[in-house]
């Protein structure tokens, strides 16, 4: 899905560099041009509906066989290109029929398909998101955790004998939302051009921007306008120095983790910082870093039979940095991404220029719920 929504953008971006070429030099398509143009909107197309086709297909392995899911496979692409179509010309500022934009909760006049388009998007962009555990709630989310001093012991007892108690204590956190913004500006030329399919431009522009944001705070953010990150909890773990790593070091992290979550354990870190772990060999002189022959999977590759996922959010190794998470992320981190996108054409900030924004808003927050089920590696200072 990631591929495909990449793909998509980077069709439209061509597009628009098209469209940009001979509006700067106010002429026609030439013959060449046209020709490019047409096969770039056939590409478009044929990619919209990979995409639908694959989020049909999520929405019948969680419909459970239901007959109700039928319709809603059958029609789900229509109803994903209809919100594009709707979208667009709010966009334009075209007139709109009765019942076809809605008032969200938020405020905002957006079809809920495409809302939930970009929130799908917007998670299949970034690999954390796409790991760590998602509740959609419109309000605060309420997530009851066990005390880790003070946890539920199970023991034998004899016959006739009295159960030993435990003082188990739970607490419960809550979830809320931060408000995370994008903002997309286009000249009226471009959004003047009919044939160009601008809801696609702005959803991509919007769910990568969204995406980048997002995955950043879930990794270090410090929860002030912000969610916690994961590097704010987690089992602690420090390297000996804080220039390099080591293999013996890579093997200590893994035993670190208990062991019901290596299962599911994922490795994420920096470009540079898994430079230098694809360096190290293990006693025999063999790397301890094995390429994925999967392009797709979105790992890089696996380091002691465990997927590395790369990220730019991550540090790289450096004196006080924290260049290496590993754990169950899904049982670590819960997220709570409100499913009412905001979005606002800005038809007058921007007019002196010849252009409207497209402000997008998504309400998110998220923290750390289980210390025990990662490793946070930090570096020395």
Not at 7 to 32: H, P, Q, V, W, Y
Not at 36 to 65: H, M, P, Q, W, Y
Not at 257 to 279: E, G, H, Y
Not at 298 to 311: E, Y
Request: with cysteine.
């Amino acid at each position: 899905m990631k591929k495909l929504i990449e793909k998509r953008g980077s069709i439209s971006r061509r597009m628009k560099e098209l469209i940009d070429g001979i509006k700067t030099e106010t002429r026609a398509f030439n013959e060449e041009e046209q020709a490019e143009f047409s096969k770039l909107e056939a590409d478009l197309a044929a990619v919209n509906a990979t995409i639908d086709a694959e989020k049909r297909a999520e929405a019948a392995l969680a419909g459970c066989g239901s007959d109700d899911s039928v319709d809603q496979q059958d029609n789900g692409g229509e109803e994903v290109r209809a919100a594009n179509v709707i979208v667009s010309d709010f966009i334009r500022g075209n007139e709109l029929r009765a019942g076809e934009m809605t008032t969200t909760s938020t405020g905002s006049i957006i079809p809920s398909e495409f809302s939930a388009d970009i929130i799908h998007d917007t998670v299949a962009l970034s690999g954390v998101l796409n790991m760590v555990s998602i509740v959609n709630s419109k309000g605060t989310y309420k997530q009851i955790v066990a005390d880790s001093a003070n946890k539920i012991s199970a023991g034998w007892t004899d016959e006739i004998a009295e159960i030993t108690a435990t003082d188990a204590k739970f607490k419960t956190i809550e979830i809320g939302h931060h408000k995370l913004t994008a903002l997309s500006k286009l000249s009226l030329e471009l959004i003047n051009q009919n044939e160009f399919d601008i809801a696609s431009e702005v959803m991509y522009q919007t769910e990568r921007d969204f995406a980048l944001k997002g995955e950043e705070a879930i990794i270090k953010g410090d929860g002030s306008g912000k969610p916690y990150g994961l590097v704010t909890s987690g089992t602690a773990y420090t390297l000996a120095s804080n220039t390099a790593i080591t293999a013996d070091e890579i093997v200590k992290i893994y035993h670190t983790l208990k062991a019901p979550f290596q299962q599911n354990a994922v490795w994420i870190m920096s470009n540079d910082t898994l430079c230098a772990v694809r360096l190290l060999t293990d006693g025999s002189g063999r790397y301890i870093f094995h390429q994925n022959e999967n392009l797709t999977s979105g790992f890089a590759g696996f380091i002691l039979g465990k997927p590395v996922l790369v990220s730019d959010a991550m540090d790289n190794i450096g004196a006080s940095k924290k260049p290496i998470l590993f754990g169950d992320f899904g049982r670590a981190y819960k997220a709570n991404i409100n499913p009412d996108v905001s979005m606002q054409v800005l038809n007058e900030k921007y007019a002196d220029f010849g252009m409207k924004g497209v402000l997008s808003i998504m309400w998110i927050d998220g923290r750390p719920v289980n210390p025990e089920a990662y490793v946070t590696v930090s570096c020395p200072a």
